[in-house]
């Protein structure tokens, strides 16, 4: 079993709807979470980070932790067509050293 | 601020040869991470630096992988005696120096392709 789960899609939401984006994480030390999207032949680049139980909301995403069920998810709203990317989930045990990642959802958004 | 920047972008090599990569880390950032990621899977953690020292290694990692960060500044990751399975996107990470934050932020990446 993977350290970082993700459902590898592909998801796929019309444009102006809410993509709903999971990730669940084997070890309770973990501290961190990032949230990093992925276009094509791209690197990551980080949107989101939350470190504490509870909603953390930028623009149109949020990033939810519930540290209990050890889960992370991303909700991106009004979804556009630009959306379209795989997101990776990434995991810390502590706020220094390496991150755990997992291996993406595809999400496709479509006009 | 002009983010993370890696050379070479592309490299092809034939089997059993050298190579060295370069990663130039934003220029604050004390911390810097080499990740490496194929085709469908996430980047898989190699190995980072805080200043010049170099605090965690993958075990996984083989020991014809070498990175050094001499003067704290950009590092280099070298593979020797290459083998195609190190076909990879090779990415740099840096992450800057105050607590309780290891937000990263990668550079472009160098694609390596093993002949």
């Known amino acids: 079993q993977k350290e970082v789960e993700q459902n590898s899609g592909p998801l796929s939401v019309p444009e102006g709807a809410i993509a709903s984006l999971n990730c669940t994480y084997s070890?309770?030390?973990?501290?961190?979470f990032f949230w990093y999207r992925q276009y094509s032949g791209k690197s990551p680049e980080l949107i989101m980070s939350?470190?504490?139980?509870g909603d953390k909301e930028d623009g149109r995403f949020t990033a939810q932790l519930n540290k209990a069920s050890q889960y992370v998810s991303l909700l991106i709203r009004d979804s556009q067509p630009s959306d379209s990317a795989t997101y990776l989930c990434?995991?810390?045990?502590?706020?220094?050293?390496?991150?755990?990642f997992g291996d993406g959802t595809t999400l496709t958004v479509k006009p | 601020d002009t983010g993370v920047s890696q050379n070479p972008r592309h490299k092809i090599t034939k089997r059993g040869q050298n190579v060295t990569f370069r990663c130039d880390p934003i220029?604050?950032?004390?911390?810097l991470y080499w990740y490496r990621q194929t085709l469908g899977q996430g980047p898989e953690f190699l190995t980072y630096f805080q200043n010049e020292a170099q605090l965690e290694k993958s075990r996984l990692l083989s020991d014809r992988f070498s990175a050094e960060r001499p003067k704290g500044s950009f590092s280099t990751l070298e593979i020797q005696r290459t083998e195609q399975g190190d076909s990879a996107m090779y990415l740099c990470?840096?992450?800057?120096?105050?607590?309780?934050?290891?937000?990263?932020?990668f550079g472009p990446g160098t694609r390596l392709t093993v002949l």
């Open positions: 939350i470190y504490s139980n």
């Open positions: 990470a840096s992450s800057p120096r105050q607590r309780g934050s290891n937000e990263q932020f």
């Open positions: 220029s604050e950032h004390n911390r």
């Open positions: 990434a995991v810390n045990e502590d706020n220094a050293g390496k991150s755990t």
């Open positions: 070890d309770r030390v973990s501290q961190s």
